[in-house]
């Protein structure tokens, strides 16, 4: 961002020399029409796609500050190209509250798919079901079932274990501050294996699962959808 005419340029080349289309993923600015006058530089360079992060640079931790919707929808506002909104969207309301307000053509989740991937499906963890206004039921699908799945196409599709680490604790970070021995104990493992973690996952049912949750009057929109249990 401190180097705007070598990125004119990288798109430039790019979108000459490929003959697939350059899409490139922005932060904003903290000055907005800096942020539009960005976005329009990458279009005249011939970005056909834009993702837009609506935070700073120095905004870091995604958690606590807030995205700022209104700065992508003023990039939407400026541009002729689809614009992808992101930042703050952590279950299905933020999707359809982020597409009203912005404008935007799609939206990108990053941290929250982790945590959730089963996000765009209509499953919302406890933390955003519990206390809302709306009511809410078990949705039959849950963390567990997802790692499961995810450790199934760990054994066929091989990846670094370091990285299964790293989504096992993001996946089940809800049951392990319930079941801080359970942590402990897959931290005390130097190296992984599959048969622990799916030893790990039948302990953590057994001490009690913690649902992912549908909306109740959704919940059987989205078994229709197959999507469901
Ligand atoms: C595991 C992970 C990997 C990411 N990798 C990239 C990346 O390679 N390039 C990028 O522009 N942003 C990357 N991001 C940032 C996200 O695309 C996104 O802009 C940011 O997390 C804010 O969205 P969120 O509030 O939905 O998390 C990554 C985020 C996460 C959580």
Same mark, same amino acid.
């Given at each position: 961002?401190?180097?705007?005419?070598?990125?004119?340029?990288?798109?430039?080349?790019?979108?000459?020399? =490929?003959?697939?289309?350059?899409?490139?993923?922005?932060?904003?600015?903290?000055?907005?029409?800096?942020?539009?006058?960005?976005?329009?530089?990458?279009?005249?360079?011939?970005?056909?796609?834009?993702?837009?992060?609506?935070?700073?640079?120095? *905004?870091?931790?995604?958690?606590?500050?807030?995205?700022?919707?209104?700065?992508?929808?003023?990039?939407?506002?400026?541009?002729?190209?689809?614009?992808?909104?992101?930042?703050?969207?952590?279950?299905?309301?933020?999707? %359809?509250?982020?597409?009203? *307000?912005?404008?935007?053509?799609?939206?990108?989740?990053?941290?929250?798919?982790?945590?959730?991937?089963? =996000?765009?499906?209509?499953?919302?963890?406890?933390?955003?079901?519990?206390?809302?206004?709306?009511?809410?039921?078990?949705?039959?699908?849950?963390?567990?079932?997802?790692?499961?799945?995810?450790?199934?196409?760990?054994?066929?599709?091989?990846?670094?274990?370091?990285?299964?680490?790293?989504?096992? %604790?993001?996946?089940?970070? *809800?049951?392990?501050?319930?079941?801080? %021995?359970?942590?402990?104990?897959?931290?005390?493992?130097?190296?992984?294996?599959?048969?622990?973690?799916?030893?790990?996952?039948?302990? =953590?049912?057994?001490?009690?699962?913690?649902?992912?949750?549908?909306?109740?009057?959704?919940?059987? *929109?989205?078994?229709?959808?197959?999507?469901?249990?």
């Amino acid at each position: 961002m401190d180097k705007l005419p070598l990125i004119k340029s990288l798109v430039e080349k790019l979108a000459l020399n =490929l003959n697939v289309p350059v899409s490139c993923k922005i932060r904003i600015f903290p000055n907005l029409q800096d942020t539009i006058t960005y976005a329009r530089m990458l279009e005249d360079a011939g970005c056909s796609l834009l993702a837009v992060h609506g935070r700073t640079r120095d *905004e870091k931790d995604s958690k606590k500050l807030r995205a700022n919707w209104g700065a992508i929808k003023a990039v939407r506002d400026a541009v002729r190209i689809p614009v992808l909104a992101n930042g703050n969207v952590r279950h299905m309301d933020d999707v %359809h509250n982020c597409l009203k *307000e912005t404008g935007a053509d799609g939206v990108l989740s990053a941290d929250s798919l982790l945590e959730n991937p089963a =996000l765009f499906a209509g499953f919302r963890t406890a933390e955003w079901a519990l206390g809302s206004e709306e009511n809410f039921e078990d949705g039959k699908l849950d963390q567990a079932d997802l790692l499961v799945e995810y450790l199934k196409l760990c054994e066929k599709y091989p990846v670094p274990w370091r990285m299964i680490r790293a989504h096992v %604790h993001k996946l089940m970070g *809800e049951w392990f501050r319930i079941h801080p %021995h359970v942590r402990e104990d897959l931290n005390a493992q130097s190296t992984l294996t599959f048969v622990f973690l799916y030893d790990m996952i039948g302990r =953590l049912r057994e001490l009690g699962r913690i649902p992912l949750y549908v909306k109740e009057a959704h919940a059987e *929109e989205i078994y229709a959808n197959g999507t469901g249990p």
